[in-house]
Nanobody
């Protein structure tokens, strides 16, 4: 059974950094697309970043230049390096994956079939 397990969330002051990890279990091949989303209570899940199996990366405008998505294929783990964090980055962050290949452009929730349980990020001012 495929499982995505996030870790690395926590509390940090504005301007600080965190690195989220998403370990993939139960699937040894490379997904066509992996990504990160975030959600605050009462709002829609918001796309943050995505990475294709051919290393094409895309970012939401709100995080571009501050966040970096990467993958360690040997560890089968996806990362989200978050720098210059702002209070508005506070959310539950979710890892997502899909077999279908993704190219450039914004992503939506329905583009991904597999989801992790989420890890909380809190940024204080």
């Amino acid at each position: 059974q495929v499982q995505l397990v996030e870790s690395g969330g926590g509390s940090v002051q504005a301007g600080g950094s965190l690195r989220l990890s998403c370990a993939v279990f139960g699937y040894s091949r490379s997904y066509g697309c992996m990504g990160w989303f975030r959600q605050v209570p009462g709002k829609e899940r918001e796309w943050v970043a995505a990475r294709s199996s051919s290393d094409i990366t895309t970012y939401a405008a709100s995080v571009k230049g501050r966040f970096t998505i990467s993958k360690d294929n040997a560890k089968n783990t996806l990362y989200l390096q978050m720098n210059s964090l702002k209070p508005e980055d506070t959310a539950m962050y979710y890892c997502a994956a899909d077999m279908a290949y993704c190219s450039g452009g914004d992503k939506v929730r329905s583009d991904f079939h597999y989801w992790g349980q989420g890890t909380q990020v809190t940024v204080s001012s």
